[in-house]
């Protein structure tokens, strides 16, 4: 996911692999619970392994609903089109572990990956801990032993008590939309999931504020990250989109204004408006922690070389693109809540006004999503949705029932399918006589993977 030729970087060592895995099923059953959001027991078993946390290069800390991992994909190559080295750590992995680990250019391999956890399982001598918890640690200390310019966490779910809140001095930190997802962790409004969220900040550390929502402005997400901010000592000062930044779309590209400064920039490679506004918080940030790499020539390579797989990104070079006849497309996209659904429903509006072509879904959900408010907002644009499965995912919606919930919500030609590959060969059968059409896979991250798994060679956008 993090490095542009992981598929092809990957040549596994099978007993390597075989071993890894044994030991990530492992790790699982360390805590009783999936999620345990505490910090004490994370902050004994990183003193017991020498205190990572507190030996990273300086630290660029994003929480968020949606857009956070996006936003940090975007600053990455923004930072390393300047000379700057970087590490990145990320969950989840679509095709493979080590993509979670990013060090100074390269996704850890298998075999560091693997002795990094074999050394933390063994200081940690069976005690609790979290799979999140012991992975994040490990992230840390691997980030630790190696230089960088920059170290960029990604938050897991929430942010005050996220295992990657450990950090006491970041160098930036940077909240993304908010939106409802992990209501049962977070809280059931907009206000008290921003609360979580804008856990991260810290006194006197610059927080970039990205685009909100209609929704979020009027629930009062902005008065709660004033109210965060101000209650530290000294403030953190928040770079707040429209206050202090913006990003106006134009032809082939969009204005990037902060403070006094304007820039001229093309499109980036991430497909979607939502993208545009995920690059913009990136801009943000870097022209706080870097203004002097804030140079438009360099910018402009970098925003073509952003690399993160499984979110608006159309396929090329799959075996699914020879299931359907010429012409036709197929996009995958692993957002999975209700603010994901809303945006894939914006691109469709948008695919519609630029061709008209005909748009089938291939969905499938954990169960523990909201399907019914991913699913609404695309009920109006799509000819076809076929619901499936994810390939070893135990919680998941069944196809069936996630059936009745599309029909309920107004889906027309409504099917099911076992897999992915058979729901894009029935839909290629159904409209083999008709106009060429766009298939959006949808509505996991563990279904993004699982198409990405079948790939051996790089899919565009990778």
Sequence with gaps: MLHKNLHNKIAPNPLA??????????????????????????????????NPHLKLPPVIHAAGTNGKGSTLAALRALLESSGKTVHFYSSPHLVHPTERIYLAGDSISTEDMLTLLEECLEINNG??????????????????????DYCLLETGMGGRLDATNVVPDPACTIITAIGYDHTEF????????????????KPGVPCIIGIQSDEALKSGVLEVFHEISTGLSPNAPLVQYGANWSIDPVANGFIFSIHDCKFSLPQPNLQG???????????????????????????????????????LQKLGMHPYCAMVADGWEIWLDGGHNEAAGRVLANQAEKWAR??????????????????????????????NITLTTIENEEEMHDPEKLAETARDLGFQNVTTAPAPDNAIGQISARYKDGPPARILICGSLYLAGDVLKTNVIPTEGL
């Excluded at 990530?24 to 345990?36: E, M, R």
């Excluded at 799979?131 to 630790?144: G, K, V, W």
């Design 186 to 201: 977070l809280g059931n409004s907009l206000q008290q999931i921003a609360r979580e969220k804008s856990g991260i900040m």
């Design 273 to 311: 408006d939502h993208q545009l506004r995920n690059t913009g918080a990136a801009l943000a940030t870097l022209h706080v922690i870097e203004p002097e790499c804030f140079d438009p020539e360099k910018l402009s390579t970098a925003l073509q070389d952003i690399h993160w797989p499984g979110r």
């Design 17 to 50: 692999e075989a071993k890894l895995d044994h030991l990530l099923q492992h790790l699982w059953s360390l805590h009783s619970k999936k999620i345990d959001l505490s910090l004490d027991r994370l902050y004994g078993f990183l003193e017991k392994i020498g």
């Design 354 to 383: 630029d061709d008209g072509r005909p748009l089938d879904l291939v969905v499938a959900k954990v169960s523990r999503k909201d399907a019914a408010g991913f699913l609404r907002p695309l009920a109006p644009h799509a000819r």
């Design 127 to 148: 005690l609790p801990i979290t799979f999140f918890e012991i992975t994040t640690a490990a992230a840390m200390l691997a980030m630790s032993r190696v230089p960088a």
